[in-house]
């Protein structure tokens, strides 16, 4: 089962308006080819779910240098300026969520589960507009799922059916992002025989992957 | 002594043999220099690790191994690695026993705000609002005040990072640790008087009959 895809045909497939989950901790962990092409192709008006927007010229960083996207749903984006700046100026809503809350809000919409309780966020303004639960007498605020119409997945290594396997820090929010989309795109650094990734060092089983970016093939 | 030097040695004695710690960015990532060389404790970083080592050996840095600002790091023998679910797992299901944090100001309550400046800045919360609402101990290290200005108050004016009180707060002039009562003073820096801790401070203190001196003498 052959699962290769020519770079610029996955991300062609994206319409306008879709919204991306995209793997990556700081663009540690975000698929470099991918983004490259989305912004070669100049996608507009995405949503965007991810931890952050790395910096300028990095990770998703690209990707609002560009400005391609009109929304984000992040937990931080200290670390670009230029996000803040489009933020601020009204051409980029940002939605700001705990980093522990997001990561449970994609894994529930992955789940299929219909929310997270957590009680970080209560009495500040992540609270605000959000309803409170209360479980044997402890409150809890709600958090809703999140889901995606693509995924970008970065990867270490992938076998011929899509098993992935991540390394060290570059996991993150990668191996949860793709239960929650209904089409994952991953980008493996390596594309190995099926059954060199042993079936206990699969991360995220084949069968949540829909697309592998295929290497492209050096000349000469 | 360097303000941020005495207050992150004063940090560390905070930190047991056995500890699972998350040192925030910035000064409090400087606790970790500082370690009594007898403990051993495992570092936390959010983006996914247990086991970090400040520093790789020059020319071994790894580009998928970072801390949370995305700077390499090294990994001890013992290191794990793991997803960003079980990452804030650890920090808000109790796994955690002790995060050191920065602050922008800390309440008569003990609350802390620490993410944002309406109007100024907005980086975003990060992970600071699940390791004060989930960490068995939330120690503050931060310069007691900012342009003169206390940082310590009687209430937050910034938003709040959680409503839940941090453990101790630890400033280059004072251990302070809130208390149902109010803020009491647990420890001044060595020659800082009583009297100047309490008029740099924005908030009531419960000042003990003696203040001892914080016991780093190096």
């Given at each position: 089962?052959?699962?290769?895809?020519?770079?610029?045909?996955?991300?062609?497939?994206?319409?306008?308006?879709?919204?991306?989950?995209?793997?990556?901790?700081?663009?540690?962990?975000?698929?470099?080819?991918?983004?490259?092409?989305?912004?070669?192709?100049?996608?507009?008006?995405?949503?965007?779910?991810?931890?952050?927007?790395?910096?300028?010229?990095?990770?998703?960083?690209?990707?609002?240098?560009?400005?391609?996207?009109?929304?984000?749903?992040?937990?931080?984006?200290?670390?670009?300026?230029?996000?803040?700046?489009?933020?601020?100026?009204?051409?980029?809503?940002?939605?700001?969520?705990?980093?522990?809350?997001l990561i449970e809000r994609i894994r529930a919409g992955g789940y299929?589960l219909?929310?997270v309780?957590?009680?970080?966020?209560?009495?500040?303004?992540?609270?605000?507009?959000?309803?409170?639960?209360?479980?044997?007498?402890?409150?809890?605020?709600?958090?809703?799922p999140l889901?995606?119409?693509?995924?970008?997945?970065?990867?270490?290594?992938?076998?011929?059916?899509?098993?992935?396997?991540?390394?060290?820090?570059?996991?993150?929010f990668?191996p949860v992002m793709?239960m929650a989309?209904?089409?994952?795109?991953?980008?493996?650094?390596?594309?190995?025989?099926?059954?060199?990734?042993?079936?206990?060092?699969?991360?995220?089983?084949?069968?949540?992957?829909?697309?592998?970016?295929?290497?492209?093939?050096?000349?000469? | 002594?360097?303000?941020?030097?005495?207050?992150?040695?004063?940090?560390?004695?905070?930190?047991?043999?056995?500890?699972?710690?998350?040192?925030?960015?910035?000064?409090?990532?400087?606790?970790?220099?500082?370690?009594?060389?007898?403990?051993?404790?495992?570092?936390?970083?959010?983006?996914?690790?247990?086991?970090?080592?400040?520093?790789?050996?020059?020319?071994?840095?790894?580009?998928?191994?970072?801390?949370?600002?995305?700077?390499?790091?090294?990994?001890?023998?013992?290191?794990?690695?793991?997803d960003s679910a079980?990452?804030f797992?650890?920090?808000?299901?109790?796994?955690?026993?002790?995060?050191?944090?920065?602050?922008?100001?800390?309440?008569?309550?003990?609350?802390?705000?620490?993410?944002?400046?309406?109007?100024?800045?907005?980086?975003?919360?990060?992970?600071?609002?699940?390791?004060?609402?989930?960490?068995?101990?939330?120690?503050?290290?931060?310069?007691?005040?900012?342009?003169?200005?206390?940082?310590?108050?009687?209430?937050?004016?910034?938003?709040?990072?959680?409503?839940?009180?941090?453990?101790?707060?630890?400033?280059?002039?004072?251990?302070?640790?809130?208390?149902?009562?109010?803020?009491?003073?647990?420890?001044?820096?060595?020659?800082?008087?009583?009297?100047?801790?309490?008029?740099?401070?924005?908030?009531?203190?419960?000042?003990?009959?003696?203040?001892?001196?914080?016991?780093?003498?190096?």
């Open positions: 089962m052959r699962k290769t895809i020519k770079l610029a045909d996955a991300v062609a497939q994206i319409p306008d308006g879709a919204t991306l989950m995209i793997g990556g901790f700081m663009g540690v962990g975000t698929p470099p080819r991918l983004i490259d092409e989305t912004v070669r192709q100049g996608k507009r008006d995405l949503t965007v779910i991810a931890n952050d927007t790395a910096r300028p010229g990095a990770g998703i960083g690209k990707l609002i240098d560009a400005k391609l996207v009109a929304r984000l749903v992040v937990s931080h984006i200290g670390t670009n300026p230029e996000t803040q700046r489009q933020m601020l100026a009204g051409d980029l809503a940002v939605e700001l969520s705990p980093q522990g809350t299929g219909g929310g309780l957590t009680q970080t966020g209560l009495g500040t303004v992540v609270e605000e507009g959000k309803q409170t639960v209360e479980v044997d007498g402890r409150r809890f605020l709600l958090e809703k889901r995606a119409d693509f995924a970008y997945i970065c990867a270490r290594q992938a076998d011929y059916y899509g098993n992935l396997t991540f390394t060290l820090t570059a996991r993150n990668n793709a989309a209904d089409i994952v795109i991953a980008e493996p650094q390596s594309i190995v025989p099926t059954g060199v990734i042993p079936p206990d060092a699969v991360m995220t089983p084949a069968v949540l992957v829909k697309h592998l970016i295929s290497k492209e093939r050096r000349d000469g | 002594m360097d303000e941020k030097v005495l207050i992150a040695k004063r940090v560390a004695l905070e930190l047991k043999h056995g500890d699972l710690v998350n040192l925030g960015i910035g000064l409090p990532t400087q606790v970790a220099a500082y370690l009594p060389e007898d403990i051993e404790v495992f570092f936390q970083s959010e983006n996914g690790v247990v086991g970090m080592l400040a520093l790789p050996e020059e020319g071994l840095e790894a580009e998928d191994l970072t801390d949370a600002g995305g700077r390499p790091i090294g990994a001890l023998p013992g290191a794990a690695t793991f079980m990452s797992g650890l920090i808000r299901g109790g796994h955690l026993d002790l995060t050191v944090l920065g602050g922008l100001q800390v309440d008569a309550h003990g609350r802390l705000a620490n993410w944002m400046v309406p109007g100024r800045m907005v980086p975003g919360m990060g992970g600071a609002m699940d390791l004060v609402s989930g960490a068995k101990r939330v120690v503050v290290a931060m310069t007691h005040t900012q342009k003169g200005e206390p940082k310590i108050v009687r209430e937050c004016t910034l938003p709040l990072t959680s409503t839940r009180p941090v453990s101790l707060i630890v400033t280059e002039l004072a251990v302070i640790a809130p208390s149902p009562r109010g803020l009491e003073l647990r420890e001044r820096a060595p020659g800082v008087s009583v009297e100047a801790i309490v008029s740099a401070t924005g908030a009531e203190l419960i000042v003990p009959e003696t203040v001892p001196e914080m016991p780093i003498g190096w």
